[in-house]
């Protein structure tokens, strides 16, 4: 009997009126369906689910139990299992170009991104972009078949380390940000490199905690705003940040451009969308520098203008001290 209705099941193809649960049994992709069984909570939102899954084959999910994922913990599987459905409109994938970010019942987006040979999901920050390698409807939207786990994003402190922006790190923890940045979530964080705060070591060493601070705050905006955002939009002016100063966000046809009040040239963007848990990380080639004389009416307190005092940074006159203060 086993035998025939394998026979039945390959000769048939999948009718779209299947619900999620046959047409991924269909797919024989077993692994998944053993994880979801083991959740109960998470099979009994997937027989009425309305949207799109992703599902890792076997050798992805093995793959990842190799790398340490503990199957048996449920918060683990859970957590796992929610960030590859994504409810609402659904993903098809059909004549799909360019990005789009797709919530998942996790909280955190993935990314689907077009490349030549398909589609590809991005998910946490170091994991390798999933495949997908088969897509079929049910009747309640699609189910992606992939070739990697996703991974839901860690937390900043986390993403930031692993990215290496040790310089953004040692500074926020200078300025007494460290764990504020840590809780932040909904936000958008310009994180510069290692390279751009050491273009500004000397003027670093110049700025009191509560400059630093501005300067620091400058860096995130309330609410998450992806690449694809900017692009779409192409000019974003005035936009909020965590501190009183506002950015100048463009896209220039080419790269996504920050202007802060400071800045003799605007930052670029050189990784954008980095995923850290509920905040996305653009990382930028310059430290962006409001104006410090600025009125603020924030808990932030107005410092004094520095950089006319070390002007000369801001034009290219290159690093003469090498500061301490982020190393
Ligand atoms: C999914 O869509 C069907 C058909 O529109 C609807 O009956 C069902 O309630 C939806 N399920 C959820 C969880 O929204
Ligand atoms: C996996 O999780 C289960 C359930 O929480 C736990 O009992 C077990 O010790 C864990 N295994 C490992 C290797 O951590
Ligand atoms: C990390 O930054 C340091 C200092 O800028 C640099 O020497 C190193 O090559 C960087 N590592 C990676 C993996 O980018
Ligand atoms: C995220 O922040 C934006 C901008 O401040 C706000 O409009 C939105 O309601 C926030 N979303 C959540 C889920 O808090
Ligand atoms: C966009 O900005 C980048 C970085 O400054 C620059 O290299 C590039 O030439 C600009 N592209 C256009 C079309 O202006």
Do not use: C, R, W
Not at 28 to 49: D, R, W, Y
Not at 67 to 92: C, I, K, M, Q, R
């Amino acid at each position: 009997m086993k035998f025939s209705f394998a026979l039945a099941a390959a000769a048939l193809p999948l009718a779209a009126a299947d619900t999620l649960v046959n047409v991924l049994t269909g797919a024989g992709e077993n692994t998944l369906l053993a994880l979801v069984a083991s959740v109960p909570a998470i099979l009994t939102v997937l027989e009425s689910f309305n949207g799109t899954l992703f599902a890792p084959t076997d050798a992805a999910l093995a793959a990842t139990v190799a790398a340490g994922f503990n199957a048996s913990d449920l918060t683990a599987a859970t957590n796992v299992l929610e960030y590859h459905a994504a409810p609402g409109t659904p993903f098809s994938g059909v004549g799909f170009t360019g990005s789009a970010f797709l919530t998942t019942l996790q909280g955190n987006p993935v990314e689907a991104v077009a490349v030549s040979s398909g589609i590809q999901i991005h998910s946490a920050f170091g994991i390798p972009a999933a495949n997908v390698v088969k897509s079929l409807p049910y009747d309640g939207g699609y189910i992606h078949i992939i070739d990697q786990t996703l991974i839901p994003p860690a937390n900043i402190v986390d993403v930031a380390t692993a990215a290496n922006l040790t310089s953004f790190l040692s500074a926020l923890t200078t300025a007494g940000l460290a764990s504020t940045v840590a809780g932040l979530s909904n936000v958008t964080i310009l994180a510069p490199t290692n390279t751009a705060f050491a273009a500004i070591a000397s003027v670093a060493a110049t700025l009191t905690v509560d400059q630093l601070k501005t300067i620091l705050l400058t860096h995130v905006i309330s609410g998450i705003v992806y690449s694809t955002d900017i692009i779409a939009a192409k000019s974003l002016p005035n936009v909020a940040t965590l501190s009183t100063a506002t950015l100048d966000i463009e896209f220039n046809g080419t790269n996504v451009l920050i202007s802060a009040a400071e800045n003799k040239s605007p930052a670029t963007v050189i990784a954008a969308d980095v995923l850290a848990d509920n905040i996305v990380v653009h990382v930028i080639d310059t430290v962006l520098l409001p104006d410090l004389s600025a009125p603020t009416t924030a808990v932030y307190s107005a410092p004094s203008n520095v950089y006319s005092s070390a002007a000369s940074m801001f034009v290219g006159a290159g690093v003469t001290a090498a500061a301490s203060f982020f190393f």
